[in-house]
């Protein structure tokens, strides 16, 4: 496939493993988010600096499901040094004794 606009090969998901039914290296997606930011600031427009999406991966959770087994957030930032001022590393074990087991006011 070839994109008229530039001439050159349009990007393509591709899997990053075999297997990978959910195509993992996304090269269009990045593609499409700098166009997006190009375009606007061609046409005189406020750019975005930060874009969210969700992606579906994984199996259903259950029959009927919308909700999949890896769906998350990812969230791509133009310029972080501007708008990140703080993040949170989410904990990978959790001490149960350090957990309260009912909410106190």
């Given at each position: 496939?070839?994109?008229?606009?530039?001439?050159?090969p349009?990007?393509e998901?591709?899997?990053?493993?075999?297997?990978?039914?959910?195509?993992?290296?996304?090269?269009?997606?990045?593609?499409?988010?700098?166009?997006?930011?190009?375009?606007?600031?061609?046409?005189?427009?406020?750019?975005?600096?930060?874009i969210?999406?969700?992606?579906?991966?994984?199996?259903?959770?259950?029959?009927?499901?919308?909700?999949?087994?890896?769906?998350?957030?990812?969230?791509c930032?133009?310029?972080?040094?501007?708008?990140?001022?703080?993040?949170?590393?989410?904990?990978?074990?959790?001490?149960?004794?350090?957990?309260?087991?009912?909410?106190?006011?």
């Amino acid at each position: 496939m070839s994109s008229a606009l530039i001439g050159e090969p349009m990007p393509e998901n591709t899997s990053a493993f075999s297997g990978d039914h959910d195509l993992l290296l996304r090269s269009l997606d990045c593609a499409v988010i700098n166009f997006l930011h190009s375009y606007r600031l061609r046409a005189s427009k406020t750019a975005f600096d930060t874009i969210r999406c969700p992606y579906f991966e994984g199996t259903s959770l259950y029959p009927g499901a919308k909700i999949a087994a890896r769906t998350h957030v990812q969230w791509c930032v133009k310029n972080p040094q501007e708008s990140v001022y703080a993040y949170f590393r989410p904990r990978i074990k959790v001490d149960q004794e350090a957990v309260p087991t009912t909410l106190v006011n």
